[in-house]
């Protein structure tokens, strides 16, 4: 087997299926954050994999670059917030969060 | 590298990446789930090796299992109750979820396997210095915007999460 790009496509592609798939069912809001994570990284190494073997140059890195930048910013403000939520509801599963203020 | 050690190596990662990233999906355990995702963001990072990333490899290391694992790990241990951490990463409407990502999976398949791409074989070398000028010549502008909103959501962040304790002086 000689390893090409469609075989980087399709771990990036099972692994943002696996994140989608976390998104959608998971109850606890840590979960669902997990997956974003997932999703996030199956992104960048599209990036990174189309910049190997197609583009040429180092801007599928850069652009790989500002993912992880934004991935940490997001993480940090959505931990943040759940820790909040907690504070008020005293529970992070999403269907029990149906109001907006308590 | 020789091309079999490069296969040999390419389905130990993906194979490291996708198993960690179906505990992720899968475990009924949030704390099962936070770990996993080492082995997930590890994965990634030695396929970045693989397409000649090396900066993009010790990035993700030090941000991803470094930074955001851990704030992941605290957030889990300050939310979770410990009496029923078995089941605290419980899953809802998990057929409706399946029939989605299948459509959504087939979707990608079909379009990554129909078109052409003009992929060709590179060698495999290292790319931070080009990176390096890349960020400070051409990319300068965005790198700096980059550097605010690190800053904007590190303060956000805090002053989201902190206590609101009101002193005397304020209460007045």
Known sequence: MHVSLIHYLTVAAVLFGLGLFTVMTRRNAVGILLGVELILNAAALNFVAFEHFVAGGVSGQVFTVFIIILAASEAAIALAIVLQVYRGFRSILSDQLTDLKN | ?172
């Open chain 2, 1 to 172: 590298m020789p091309a079999d050690l490069t296969t040999l190596s390419f389905l130990a990662l993906a194979a490291l990446t996708l198993g960690s990233g179906a505990i992720v999906a899968f475990s009924k355990n949030i704390i099962y789930s936070s770990v996993a995702l080492l082995g997930c963001f590890s994965g990634i990072a030695g396929l970045y090796v693989q397409l000649s990333a090396d900066f993009l490899a010790a990035v993700q290391i030090l941000v991803y299992v470094g930074g955001t694992l851990t704030l992941i790990l605290f957030a889990v241990m300050l939310t979770a109750r410990i009496e029923d951490i078995r089941t605290s990463n419980t899953a809802t409407g998990r057929g409706a979820a399946f029939g989605i990502v299948t459509v959504v999976l087939l979707l990608l398949g079909k379009v990554a396997t129909t078109t052409p791409w003009p992929a060709e074989d590179r060698p495999q070398m290292p790319a931070t210095a080009k990176l390096g000028h890349a960020f400070l010549a051409e990319y300068l502008l965005p790198f700096e915007v980059g550097s605010i909103v690190l800053l904007g959501a590190m303060i956000g962040a805090v002053v989201l999460a902190r206590r609101a304790v009101k002193r005397d002086w304020e209460k007045q």
